[in-house]
Structures are given as C-alpha cells and as structure tokens.
C-alpha cells in the first residue's frame, strides 16, 4: 500500500535528480542539457514503474543501463531534416533535438536482474520489481 510518506520521499528523490540532470547534463555541452525527457515514477506494491516520453525516437536510439541502483536512461534525438543540406533552408526549428540522460538513483531494495523495458508510440515504460526482501509478507505468531 503506498502511503504519503512513500510517495512524498519518491517525489523527493525524482526532484533532486531532475535538478542535477538539468544543471549538469552530461557534461559535454549547453546543447545536451537542451533537452531532458519528462519522466513519471510510480511504486507499485511489487515494483516501480518508470514511464519516459520519448517523442520522435525508436528503440534503437535509447539506451538503458543499471549499475549501483542507479537507472540511466540516454540516446539522441535527431532533427526530422539533415541541417547540413546546402539547399535547405529552415524557416523555423523549435523542436528540441539533441543527446540526452537521466539517471534515477533508486531504492537499494530492487532486483536489477529483473528489469523490463517496453516501447510504445515514443512511450518508454520500464518496471523494476522490487527484490523479496522488501516484498510486504504476513507473520504468523506461533
């Protein structure tokens, strides 16, 4: 059952990881902390699920990565049109394009060998169970 407090130390944790993804990116340059893709965290009774908008990108341009509790997820999202073409001219390009990352510091209680990720219309979902220990189990008195 998630609770306020649950809910509230999630919140949290997804805050600061969203202030220090937009205030360092990657560390290459202005352009790849352009663009960072919203991400909803939901916990579940047996897992978290993580649901990444993605828009204009395939699977094949995301990379996901687990190491230390810490989910990174990174790709680059390319302009619809070659920006170097000589007969091109661009009349206005507000579409953010670019390398991304996000890393997700999560609980150390998850089963990282149990890890699944789906990718749906530019939706990214991937759900990280949570490992047995911290699976809620009744105690019999004897």
Known sequence: MLTTRSLNSLDRMITLNRAIDQAFGNGSSAQARAWLPAIDIVEKKDAYVLYAELPG???????????????KISGTKKHAFEPSADELRVHSAERATGSFERSIRLPDYVDGAKIDAAFTNGLLTITVPKAQAAQPRKIEIR
């Open 57 to 71: 990108l395939d699977a094949s341009q995301v990379n996901i990565d687990f190491e230390k509790n810490v989910l």
